[in-house]
Structures are given as C-alpha cells and as structure tokens.
C-alpha cells in the first residue's frame, strides 16, 4: 500500500484547509486510516483516526471540534477536513493505513500503522 498526501499550504490563523491521503496497490476499504502530524523537535503526535467503514472516528482532544475526517472508499482517499487553524497546528501531517480492526480508540498509537505516507507540510501564521 502507498499513501500520498496532499493539500498542505501556507494558511493564516483561522483558515481552514482540507488535507487528502490517496492510497494506490490495493484498496483500503478495510483499512483504518490515521493521521498524525510533527512539529520540529517534537515527536509524531495523533491528530485524528477513521475506521474501514467510517462508522466511527476519534480525535486528538487538540483538535476536537476543530477538525474531521473522512474517507471516500470508492476514490481509495481519506480526508482530513482542518478548520479554525492555529499556530500550533503547524506541523508535517502523515497519513497512515493498518488493516487491524479494533474499536477506534486503538489507533491512537501510531506503532499501530503498518503503512505511512511521506507527509504534507501545513504552515499556519498568526
């Protein structure tokens, strides 16, 4: 599986952007999907997690009300929708793919993922 993000930008403080993880060599359908994201000298941290059929989600509590994610099965993409940014969401976001199923508090790890993409870079200015 090979995860591709896009949709990272230079945005001001309360803008929203909406970042997409395209998945290519099978379809992940019945994959959980998670995104993560890294500030400079921090380490990876967990932003938000979808299960295979989008009956469940959960999310950072840094992030809740903020953000959401979603996942378009037929188009093999995942979303994660950012709105009211903040400074201190500026970070390279990954996404990562495991095809686990637990409930949806699991995949708050990300030693849980087996797949990972190469990250998109969101910069938000005050």
Known sequence: VQLVE???GLVQAGASLRL????SGRTVS??????FRQAPG???EFVAAVNWSAGS???ADSV???FTISRDNAKNTV???MNSLKPEDAAVYYCAATPAQYGINWYGR????DYWGQGTQVTVSS
């Open 20 to 23: 997409s993880c395209a998945a």
């Open 42 to 44: 921090k380490e990876r």
């Open 30 to 35: 019945s994959y959980a999907v998670g995104w």
């Open 79 to 81: 979303y994660l929708q």
């Open 57 to 59: 989600t959960y999310f």
């Open 6 to 8: 896009s949709g990272g």
């Open 110 to 113: 990300r030693e849980r993922y």
């Open 64 to 66: 809740k009300g903020r």
